[in-house]
């Protein structure tokens, strides 16, 4: 080889390596501290601790960096012209980190155990608690206590309320959404109960019962389908509510005591009631192997007629599907049956400032506050950005093979970017369980569909919230082992493999030393 | 270059060298710096192994209690001997599968057929295994969509009732396994088959035409030529592959679900379900030791690996 190539060559080498380097190493401390600066005081709270900050001279923010799920307005769907049109309502410098929705929670694990935090980041409900009380997340109370949010009055505070956390390592508001935390509730098509002779949806489990048997019987197929037969992120019971009613399969507050309520009565009850099912071939068979996506794809399949699913905006996917794939798009939002009683609300995932942001009040202030500003930002966060996602003009909007007509100043969707043939659904928040009221009103308020405002309707008027999923350190190194085997026998017990005692057994033999020992550190 | 001047060269001191080869070495610096930075500096983490550590607050010191806790627990000796048993069957499997397909592919006189049938078995190498599990899911599911159990309908095995139900090959405790080998041997028995094709391509045609003569059939010739050539090839393939064995993951991952646990939990899920589906913020430090113990035995199987190919090739892998 030459020596002028081989100079060359090692040059370029160098030189690839230094800026692969540098571009790896590179990252903007603007708004951050270092993770020291974040960690925790033996007595809980955080050295970032907001008691002296609520004051009225916030410095407004130059740049927040923001880690969200798939429910802010994705890539595909134009967050480009959403952030450029909230960092101009704003007046700062938004940067949004969105990972894959649903590796969202094993992405912002690695995060945070990576040591570089972003300023804002969205919570899953289930990991809410054990952030705070890792002090990764900032107590925001007072700033929530002495903000113009809460003094207008607009914001329905049962919901700020009840993600305040009071115990013995911890207190604060750590946390808040915008809207409530939604949940979901029982769709049955209409077209099956035409078809089966069933004038009214069922009230009680045993018309619940004998309606999916009439499917089954004029069908020729299972009646309910769900992605699992037990969901491992609370409230856990969520996609087959009818058959666990009252039984709840973790850890519990009860008269003053904590219980696990996986060996509880009703747990044994709810297995039973779905193993019958399931042997009487109502319920899915692929339940176990199924996911979301597959459930979803079978109902516009028309391959079953009873799904439990998101209230509100989902109402109208579902109904919209069905009709895409040719079917009647006609769903009913069931009340919850007398056995039930209530819809279980879930915790909202809630949206925290981390302890590593340098001006969380600011942040707060012009981030936070702005997002239930009952107005131009909120319209944002609800809607998306006019001319990309809604309009007012007077136009023609086509959308598949669909269109309609809309005179100028009529509050329109226009077609999703992501997919043409449907209209834009909703930004971030879903303006049906939204936690404020608007300062005037509702601009979208008309262009929700009826279908989504029924199905949050009978949600909002029959749920109850979830309780907050409880936390510790013995709790986290041993809540794998027990959800392995709480998840395991639900699967064998439903599917006939043992029975619902030889179940208990099982858990009792397997992990009955570790639910011991997760009692007595919560109740201790 | 004559050989007093190889010695005047080698000869000369360490610094000199270097020196001489600079440019070669300044080359070879990004690849060293790259290889120090993401495969050893890692390696530091494993320190964590004896500490509690939630990636957050400052890590505990906690002694041998991991490995003391792994060692209790029922859910990691289950998985250390999943991945042993799927592990070791599946190579075992996929590589006599491949010897015996190389040998009937190498039997094929039309070339055409032949090429068409290799890139047929190939193909299934570049599917993902979440293609993979979706495309056996529908094929396998216990419905009247699932293609074998309509097979087994039409043929009179099941009937689709209470009494005589589809297999839910997925979701049975019986039918995982078996159905876990097949999908593997499907998917990755025709990537297997090419090293043992170049094997069967080095064979010289002499010695065929030689047994021909002396009046060898078709078997005897597979017997006494092809197999005994192919046999170096197949142990050093079975060796380099078991010291592989701890690494697997993905395809189980994707195939497992809440009724097989017990059949289908490896170490990788194990340390995956301790991490992720704890529902908290897990101890690092317990995943981390597990982790450590996987390499340990990992290594281990390398070293014996390299121990037997020595014995049996007359040379190491490492």
Known sequence: ?524 | MSKKKKNQVSSKPLSARIYNHRWFYLMFLPVLVFIIVNNYLPMLGLRYAWYNYNGVKEPVFVGWDNFAKMFSKAGFWRAFYNTLQLSIIKLILNTFAAVIISILLNEMVNLAFKKFTQTLIYLPHFMSWVVTASVFGLILAPTDQGLVNTILKAIGVVDGTAESPYIYFLGSKTWWRPVYYVINLWKDTGWGTIIFMATLAGISPELYEAAQIDGAGRWQRMKYITLPSLANTIITVLILNLAKVMNLFESVFVLMNDIVVEQSDVLATYIYSQTFNSGTIPNFGYTTAVGLARSVVGCFLVLVCNYASKKTRGKGIV
Not at chain 1, 117 to 132: E, F, G, K, R
Not at chain 1, 159 to 185: H, P, Q, W
Not at chain 1, 370 to 382: A, P, Y
Not at chain 1, 391 to 398: P, Q, R, S
């Open chain 1, 1 to 524: 080889m030459r020596k002028t190539t081989k100079k060359v060559l090692s040059a370029s080498l160098i030189a690839t390596l230094a800026v692969s380097m540098m571009a790896c190493g590179s990252k903007d401390t603007s708004n951050s501290d270092s993770k020291a600066d974040a960690q925790t005081k033996e007595d809980g709270t955080t050295s970032s601790d907001s008691k002296d900050n609520a004051k009225s001279d916030v410095e407004k923010p130059s740049k927040i960096t923001v880690m969200c799920d798939g429910t802010v307005m994705t890539e595909d769907n134009g967050r480009a012209q959403f952030e450029s049109a909230l960092e101009a309502a704003l007046g700062l410098d938004i940067q949004f980190i969105q990972p894959d929705h649903s590796s969202y929670s094993d992405v912002l694990q690695q995060t945070i155990t990576g040591g570089e935090w972003p300023d804002v980041v969205i919570i899953p409900a289930t990991y809410y608690q054990s952030y705070a009380k890792q002090g990764v997340l900032w107590d925001m109370s007072d700033a929530w206590e002495n903000s113009d949010l809460k003094a207008s009055g607009r914001v329905d505070e049962r919901f700020v309320d009840c993600l305040y956390i009071d115990d013995e390592d911890i207190k604060g508001l750590f946390g808040m959404s915008a809207t409530r935390g939604n949940g979901c509730v029982t769709y049955v098509k209409q077209q099956w109960l035409d078809d089966c002779g069933i004038a009214e949806v069922p009230t009680t489990y045993d018309e619940y019962i004998d309606m999916l048997r009439k499917f089954k019987e004029v069908k020729g197929t299972y009646a309910v389908s769900a992605a699992g037969l037990i969901s491992k992120e609370a409230p856990y019971t969520n996609y087959l509510p009818e058959f666990y009613q009252d039984a709840y399969p973790d850890f519990y507050e009860k008269d003053g005591k904590y219980v696990d309520g996986f060996t509880e009565d009703a747990m044994k009850e709810a297995l039973q009631r779905l193993q019958d099912a399931y042997t009487e071939g109502l319920i899915d068979p692929t339940a176990v192997t199924n996911k979301t996506s597959d459930c979803r794809t079978k109902f516009y399949d028309d391959q079953f007629g009873v799904f439990t699913y998101w209230a509100g905006t989902w109402a109208n996917n579902l109904s919209t599907n069905l009709e895409a794939n040719g079917k009647n798009g006609d769903i009913v939002a069931m009340k919850p049956i007398k056995e039930l009683g209530k819809y279980v609300e879930r915790q909202s995932p809630v949206w925290a400032i981390t302890t590593q942001c340098k001006n969380p009040e600011g942040v707060y202030k012009y981030f936070f506050e702005t997002m239930l500003d009952g107005g131009e930002v909120q319209t944002l966060w609800t809607y998306g950005v006019k001319g990309v996602h809604w309009d007012t003009k007077a136009e023609t909007v086509t959308w598949g093979d669909k269109s309609k007509d809309y005179a100028e100043g009529e509050f329109h969707m226009l077609p999703s970017l992501e997919d043409s043939t449907k209209l834009f659904a909703k930004n971030h928040i879903d303006s049906t369980i939204v936690i404020d009221t608007w300062v005037d009103s509702d601009p979208g308020a008309k262009s929700i569909p009826e279908v989504s405002q029924k199905s949050a309707e009978v949600f909002n008027e029959n749920s109850v919230i979830a309780n907050v999923a409880v936390s510790n350190d013995i709790i986290a190194q041993n809540s794998g082992d027990i959800w392995t085997c709480r998840a395991n026998i639900v699967a064998e017990v439903v599917t006939g493999s043992m029975t619902v005692e030889e179940g208990m057994a099982k858990y009792e033999k397997e992990v009955g030393d570790l639910v011991e020992d997760c009692l007595k550190s919560l109740n201790k």
